[in-house]
């Protein structure tokens, strides 16, 4: 419970885009109380903003994509968690491609460049989403579902047919250094019979071994093994804290996924904006869940997100 943050000064990073393969140069740079986190496309001449909330998505199979009036920008969800995971409110992510660079494949160097450009206080306190009612997306045996909590955790379960994985379930409690240590650098994961299909796709051109890790039939292409034996799964939290984000303020609750993604992370999302009944807005000032109630800005309450 405490003020907004942003960060101290502008940082720079460059990579590739792990769909497009488009080389691209990015620059985090201090936003004002209030702003959340916005997209600037500065390669074209009217420099668009694109803001990182729910009402900006738009449907992609493999990553999270926002646009605005066609202008579009591709896989933020890695940056996102980065912010979320270090409790950063406001941040302008200057790119200058439609897709950020997938760097390592984990939120790894993105932390690093947030906390090289250090973490500034705001003057003005956090409001946070606090569930109060149970919310539930379903998707044949996929499941995603938030519940009431005094504090913000996720446990996500996947299972997949691959002797590295299987059954991998991990519950990770809400916390900037639990996500540094435990979850920022769980990188990418992906199928080698797979790759051939998304070529065919005309994504994961900037995909390699250095920002993915790819799984043949029997074992892991990379010879440098796997960062944590269940790197996968904390993975999957990974992109959901990206993917929370797009509510535009923290929450509080239980969230429990199953064999969920990218599209279901953000249905959830809708549904929360949705069902007004279900949360109330709690500012940092007050620790009370009925105490003072603020509406959300009409721009953060999107229609309904489809698959
Ligand atoms: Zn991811």
């Known amino acids: ?94 790119v200058d491609a439609p897709e950020l660079p997938a760097l390592d494949g984990s939120a790894t160097p993105f932390v690093d460049l947030l906390l090289e450009a250090g973490l500034a206080a705001q003057d003005r306190s956090r409001s946070y989403l606090k569930i109060v009612r149970p919310l539930d997306v379903t998707e044949g045996d996929k499941r995603i579902s938030i519940r ?86 904390r993975h999957k939290i990974l992109d959901l804290v990206g993917d929370m984000t797009l509510l535009g303020m923290p929450i509080v609750g239980e969230i429990l996924a199953i064999r969920s993604g990218h599209a279901l992370h953000a249905r959830l999302v809708s549904r929360i904006l949705e069902s007004r009944d279900n949360w109330v807005l709690v500012s940092a000032e007050t620790h009370a869940p009925a105490g003072r109630l603020r509406e959300l800005p009409p721009s953060l309450v999107a229609s309904p997100q489809r698959d």
């Open 148 to 233: 009431p909590a005094s504090t913000a955790s996720v446990t996500y379960t996947i299972d997949y047919d691959h002797p590295l994985i299987r059954r991998q379930a991990y519950t990770y409690d809400w916390s900037p250094d639990s996500f540094i240590r435990d979850i920022a650098p769980a990188r990418t994961f992906g199928f080698l019979r797979e790759v051939e299909a998304l070529w065919e796709a005309g994504l994961g051109l900037g995909g390699s071994l250095h920002n993915t890790l790819i799984l043949s039939d029997e074992g892991l292409l990379n010879e440098d093994g796997l960062r944590y034996r269940d790197e996968f799964v």
């Open 1 to 94: 419970m405490r003020q907004q943050q942003t960060i101290r000064k502008p940082v720079t990073c460059t990579g590739v885009g792990l769909h497009s393969g488009c080389g691209v140069s990015l620059t985090l740079t201090p936003a004002p109380p209030g702003t959340g986190i916005v997209f600037i496309r500065t390669d074209l001449s009217a420099k668009p903003w694109v803001p990182a909330v729910i009402a900006n998505v738009r449907p992609t199979m493999l990553s999270t994509t926002i646009g605005v009036d066609g202008v579009q920008v591709q896989t933020i969800e890695h940056l996102l968690a980065a912010a979320a995971g270090l409790e950063i409110d406001n941040l302008y992510v200057e």
